[in-house]
């Protein structure tokens, strides 16, 4: 809690990512430990929020993946990234974006 209020809580700037970015910010004040294995998961369904960012819905997907920019560019010096280390963070985001997509097409049915 009190590393929660140090970073100011969620950074409203945010519409998709708030929660990466509050996680992140977290990380960024200490020490981060990494339990390999799941505690948590999520359906995508398409007509979800995430379901229509990742799936169609092309104002929405613009805007997550201008805010996932938004998120590298603001952790790139703390995180010691590169500018094609950002670029390459984005890819990979529009990748998974589109993998998305194309399960949805062929596994969920509305």
Known sequence: ??????????DTWYTYM???????????QGDVFIIHK???????RKDSNTGQIMGGDKEKTRKYIAEHRHLVE???DVLSLSDSDVEKSVRIRKILNFM?????????HK
């Open 1 to 10: 809690r009190e590393i929660a209020m140090k970073i100011g809580g969620f």
């Open 18 to 28: 708030l929660d990466y970015d509050f996680w992140v910010s977290l990380a960024c």
């Open 38 to 44: 799941p505690l948590n998961c999520f359906r995508v």
């Open 74 to 76: 603001k952790f790139k």
């Open 100 to 108: 998305v997509r194309v399960y949805q097409l062929v596994f969920v």
